[in-house]
Each structure stands twice: as structure tokens, then as C-alpha cells.
């Protein structure tokens, strides 16, 4: 190679330092930089070519947590269908819908991407129910002891999996994350998640990154909990067009689906659902950015409310939709009769092992020696994947009743 070549083979190299210059350029001012990360909790030398968010990215989507949720219950039992969505799926089309929502509004992608794909770690099997099992047999066991440690919580276990849980490196504990997708984890919010009090300023709004994917996990298990209800034959469409948000859905696809097969005419309504909402979406956060005089990080942090959410109009839509989601298909007697029988299998687990903690597997022998045997058996039951619980219960219980 001549000298010449190699200088400019070397000019198309892309270094961190590049990357973290071009954010500049091109993120807006209120964007959450890589090169102004808080950092992290053990000081570590920077990548010579991925920013801070990028090397989070890649530990999240390398850990064992990760992996495990393509078991994970996101409404239907993993083992119900192909064709239903788990906490996986569940995870990747929110970092899609919150990419895209980023892009728009000119922040950290990156940044974006590595909260999305962090925000379920602290998952259970069996979904919400799983949690609640949890949740139960935790605060039970736990009555008396520290009020810090009691009960179980997905956010709160989240930290814990990227803090603490995840062995893969010898200098420290955990994925050692940047302080900002840390703190996402801890404060996100829905009707099921709880904000996590502790080392992160409860008085400071998440950064505009966290709040996107926040929506973005809104928006995405609101209409593919629909589209998987619809498939199993839980839903019917007769009685969705009675919800002013699907109706508009399917109005703006109707010219569109002449002679179109029932699956097409779903897939499609499902997407409009999707595009009407991160529309609303995007307008309403450009207006609250400019009427809350937002011009940098700082101002997001102080701003006194979320600047990432619906109009009015759109925020009462979107309730109707899960009022009749929760109705017609989360308290429907066949997903309620295998919400129970999860429940069942955790509580179970849970005081087995508890009872006799030498059931565990020997590296969470040793875990209980450090942190109890309630706290070691939760850990331990929180990351297993719906089809490990069903094995571990089978083992435990069978054959002495059947399942």
C-alpha cells in the first residue's frame, strides 16, 4: 500500500474521539452526550473506537440477563406459540420505536438504544405474575428484617443484575454501566414499575433519553399485547372498534387493504396504531421543549415535569385502549388461570428453597452466605426463564403430585 492510501485508509477510521465529536455537531443541545457521561462506578480506560453508550450497549446485549429474556413471559407463556411476543421481542421493538423517536428528536440514539435494551433485565419468569409471586413470598419472608431489603421490585432487581448479578469481568462486579442508564433503570415508570429511591437524585427528572424509551415501552407492549391477543383469539376486532384509537387505526389503512388477507389487515392497523401514537408523541415533546424553555441536559433534569409525552387528546386515547386491554385481555379467565399457576410455581420454588437453601445450585449456596438465603433464593428464582422455573419445579415436586 502506498503512503498515500494509507493515509487516507487511515482518515476513514472512525475513533471514539470522532464519534463523540460528531454527537456534538449533530446532537441537539438538550441531548445527552457521551463525552459528559457521569461515568461509571469503577473507573475503567476509555474504548479506543465505541463511545460510552455503545460499549453499554454491547455489555447489556452480551450478558447472560439478555439472553435469558427470549424465555421470559411477556403476556402468553413462552411455550403458548411461536408467534407471541417474549420479553425478547418485547425488548427489542421498544429500542426500535425509541431509536426512531430519538432520531427525530435529535438525541443520544446510543444512549437510547442501551436503556431499551437494559430496561426488562430485572424481569421474572412468567411475567408480572411472576413478579407479584415474587414480590409476596419476599415480603413475607422478610417481615422483620431490613426495610431496605424487603419485597422484590423489577427496577430495583435490575440494578442489582447490572450492578451485582453479572459476573463477567474480574475488576469489578456486574456490566460496571455509565451513570445515566443506570439511573434510567431505577426510574422507570408504568403502572407495574416503581422508581427506585436511593444513590439517584429523586428530585431530578431522567434525562430526555430515559423518558423516550419510557413511552416508547408504553407504546410498544400497549399495541403488540393487542396484536398477540388478537392472534390467540382472545380479542376480537368487533368489539375493538368500539376503542377510538383503534378505530383510527383502521380508518387510516382501510383505502390501503382492498382484497387484503385478515393477518395483512391486522399487521397493518397494528402498525398505524404504532405510527399515530409516535407521532402525537414526537409534536407534543417539540412543544413541551420550547414551552419549557429547554436548552440543555441540565434544563431537562430541572424542567419539574416529563417533556417526553402525549397531548391530551392522544393521553385519553391511549387510556381507553388500556382500560379495554386490561378488561378483555389481561383478565381473561385463560390468561388469569396461567397467571395462577405461575404464581403457584414461584411461591412454591421460593419456600422450597428457602426451607432447604442446599437445593440451590452451589454457586448460590455461597451467594446465600452473603446476602441471606430469602435474598439469594430470590435472585436465583428472578433469573430463571419460564421454561428453567417449570423445570425446577418438576424437579423439586414431581413426582410426588402431578403438575
Known amino acids: 500500500m502506498c503512503p498515500t492510501a494509507r493515509i487516507r485508509a487511515d482518515k476513514m477510521l ?9 454527537e456534538g455537531e449533530i446532537l441537539a443541545p438538550y441531548a445527552m452526550k457521551s463525552s459528559e457521561t457521569a461515568g461509571r462506578k469503577y473507573p475503567e480506560k476509555p474504548d479506543p ?73 430485572g424481569h421474572t ?58 439511573e434510567a433503570i431505577a426510574k422507570h415508570k408504568t403502572a407495574y414499575d416503581l422508581p427506585v429511591p436511593g444513590e439517584f437524585d429523586t428530585e431530578e427528572l431522567p434525562v430526555l433519553e430515559a423518558q423516550v424509551v419510557e413511552i416508547a415501552d408504553s407504546i410498544a407492549y400497549d399495541s403488540h399485547d393487542l396484536d398477540d391477543g388478537l392472534e390467540a383469539g382472545i380479542l376480537d376486532e368487533e368489539k375493538l ?19 387484503a388477507t385478515v393477518g395483512v389487515r391486522r399487521g397493518q392497523t397494528v402498525r398505524a396504531l404504532i405510527s399515530l401514537q409516535v407521532v402525537d408523541l414526537l409534536e407534543e415533546t417539540r412543544r413541551n421543549i420550547e414551552r419549557l424553555g429547554i436548552d440543555s441536559t441540565r434544563g431537562v433534569r430541572e424542567a419539574g415535569e416529563y417533556a417526553v409525552r402525549f397531548s391530551g387528546e392522544m393521553g385519553a386515547e391511549k387510556e381507553k385502549l388500556q382500560s379495554f386491554l386490561m378488561e378483555n385481555l389481561y383478565r ?31 454457586e ?39 403438575m
Open 14 to 22: 472512525l475513533r471514539r474521539a470522532d464519534l463523540e465529536r460528531r
Open 49 to 121: 473506537f465505541r463511545t460510552a453508550y455503545q460499549r453499554d450497549r454491547d455489555r447489556i446485549i452480551h450478558s447472560t440477563a439478555f439472553r435469558r429474556l427470549e424465555y421470559k413471559t411477556q403476556v402468553f407463556v413462552n411455550h403458548e406459540g411461536d408467534y407471541c411476543r417474549t420479553r425478547l421481542t418485547h425488548t427489542i421493538e421498544v429500542a426500535q420505536i425509541a431509536q426512531t423517536a430519538a432520531r427525530a428528536l435529535g438525541v443520544n440514539e446510543d444512549l437510547t438504544e442501551a436503556i431499551s435494551l437494559a430496561h426488562d433485565l
Open 125 to 182: 419468569p412468567f411475567g408480572h405474575s411472576g413478579e407479584e409471586a415474587l414480590r409476596e413470598a419476599m415480603g413475607e419472608a422478610m417481615r422483620d428484617g431490613d426495610e431496605s431489603d424487603r419485597g422484590f421490585e423489577h427496577n430495583s432487581h435490575g440494578l442489582r443484575v447490572v450492578d451485582i448479578l453479572e459476573k463477567r469481568y474480574p475488576k469489578f462486579p456486574g456490566l460496571n454501566l455509565t451513570y445515566e442508564v443506570r
Open 241 to 259: 372498534a368500539g376503542v377510538s384509537l383503534w378505530r383510527r387505526a383502521s380508518e387510516a389503512v382501510r383505502g390501503e387493504l382492498d382484497g
Open 332 to 362: 381473561d379467565y385463560r390468561v388469569t388461570r396461567m397467571a395462577e399457576k405461575a404464581k403457584l410455581f414461584v411461591k412454591r420454588l421460593f419456600s422450597a428453597l428457602v426451607e432447604n437453601p442446599e437445593q440451590l445450585p452451589p
Open 364 to 402: 448460590h449456596q455461597n451467594w446465600a452466605k452473603k446476602v441471606g438465603k430469602e435474598r439469594a433464593t430470590c435472585d436465583y428464582i428472578a433469573g430463571l426463564t419460564d421454561r428453567s422455573a417449570q423445570d425446577e419445579y418438576k424437579k423439586l415436586f414431581y413426582p410426588y403430585e402431578r
